[in-house]
Structure formats: C-alpha cells, structure tokens
C-alpha cells in the first residue's frame, strides 16, 4: 500500500483450493511484521476456503491487532499447507484497509 495514514479496519478476501481446511494456517503480514492468524487448522476435511474475513467468517486471531499501525508498506499473506499428502493453489487474494 502506498497510501498514508494508520489503519482503521482490514477486511481479506482469499480464496484458497484445497481438498483439506485442517491442513492449512493462513496469516496476514503487516509491514511492520505484525501477524495474525486468519484460518488456524480448523474445518477438517472441508474442501476449500473463499471467504472474507471479518464479514463471512471470524479469523482466529483479532484483525484488531493492526488498528493504529501504519498503512504503507508490503502486506503479505502467508499460506501454510502443514500436512503432507494433498496439495492446494492460492488462487487470488484481496485486501482492503480503512484510514482513521
């Protein structure tokens, strides 16, 4: 993000193919590192996740944790498979960030 300012609210969209949500842990980076867990190795055997987090499903750890952090800079997600096995794809991601 290249625009100033601190944040206020953060909404993710992701959409992930995977045959297995349990196998997976899914975080968002802020750039100054700050992390926060959106899926944390829930939903079993479940196929898939496209959501958005807050709005469609509670992340695992309070997006909350990035208001009053700046804005500019790299924001990165992270998508960890922690099983073996299956494989997935990230196939896209969005984010969406509010200034106070």
């Known amino acids: ?10 909404k993710v969209r992701v ?11 899914v975080a968002l980076i802020g750039p100054d590192n700050t992390t926060v867990l959106l899926h944390n190795l829930t939903g079993g055997a ?7 987090y ?5 992340s695992a750890q309070a997006l909350s944790a990035f208001t009053g952090k700046a804005i500019n800079g790299a924001w990165k997600l992270r998508v960890r ?11 896209s991601w969005t984010l969406s960030l509010q200034a106070q």
């Open 1 to 10: 993000y290249a625009e100033t300012g601190t944040v206020a609210a953060v």
């Open 46 to 52: 479940t196929d898939n996740i496209n959501t958005e």
């Open 81 to 91: 498979d922690l099983a073996a096995v299956d494989t997935g794809t990230l196939v």
């Open 54 to 58: 807050p709005d469609l499903t509670a």
């Open 15 to 25: 959409n992930i193919r995977h045959t297995y949500q349990g196998d997976l842990e």
